[in-house]
């Protein structure tokens, strides 16, 4: 199985900061790398896919990067809605693994 | 606009199976796309189970493979997981969800999520 290492497991910021969250893959995953948003009480929200792609919707302020092992999303001029959790997986190859999360909390 | 919904017990017993239902709504099963479960667990990990395709074909994560069920009904435009011999290590949220591949495969349409408790 891919293994996926997501850093920070948690980051205080206030509004109007930017933050990065990145996303270490065992293995070369070719940039099938996706990023999803999630809040209390609700399901996953797609924030990106194809470790770059914004999803239909999703603010400019949110934006990915990366390739072969590396990947990172980067939240420009943090709103208060974005504060939340966020969960990189893989995209590549079953089984479809997940990070660990970032929780991103109000400083 | 195409929403699933997630059912079934909110409370199942070590040893027996857990049956879940996610019916579908604004699009046909059969038309297109990969139906998948995935599961958050208390501590917050999320897994992949599997899925059942447009065309019925199943692929499940080989850690659930000798316990896990995927199929469906398509005249109720339904896909339902079964999972057996489950123990509290199966207490979790499970969601359905639409899959797509697409530069990578990805999960865009989630149903709200079901909280499934194994306990005697």
């Known amino acids: 199985d891919i293994q996926m290492t997501q850093s920070p497991t948690s980051l205080a910021a206030s509004v109007g900061e930017s933050v990065t969250i990145t996303c270490l893959a065992s293995?070369?995953?070719?940039?099938?790398l996706v990023w999803y948003q999630q809040k209390p009480g609700k399901s996953p929200q797609l924030l990106i896919y194809?470790?770059?792609i914004l999803e239909d919707g999703i603010p400019s302020r949110f934006s990915g990067s990366g390739s072969d092992t590396q990947y990172s999303l980067k939240i420009n001029s943090l709103q208060p809605e974005d504060f939340a959790s966020y969960y990189c997986q893989n995209g590549l190859s079953t089984p479809y693994t997940f990070g660990a999360g970032t929780k991103l909390e109000l400083k | 606009e195409i929403q699933l919904q997630e059912s079934g017990p909110g409370l199942v017993k070590p040893s027996q199976s857990l049956s879940l239902t996610c019916s579908v709504t604004?699009?046909?099963?059969?038309?297109?796309?990969?139906w998948s479960w995935i599961r958050k667990f208390p501590g917050n990990k999320m897994e992949w189970m599997g899925y059942?395709?447009?065309?019925?074909?199943?692929n499940y994560n080989p850690s659930l493979k000798s316990r896990i069920s995927i199929t469906r009904d398509t005249s109720k435009n339904q896909f339902f997981l079964q999972l057996n011999s489950v123990t509290t290590e199966d207490t979790a949220t499970y969601y359905c969800?639409?899959?797509?591949?697409?530069?990578?495969?990805?999960?865009?349409?989630w149903g709200q999520g079901t909280l499934v408790t194994v306990s005697s």
């Open positions: 059942i395709s447009y065309s019925g074909s199943t």
């Open positions: 604004g699009y046909t099963i059969t038309s297109g796309y990969d």
């Open positions: 194809g470790a770059t």
């Open positions: 969800a639409r899959s797509w591949v697409y530069y990578g495969f990805w999960f865009a349409y």
């Open positions: 293995e070369d995953i070719y940039g099938s």
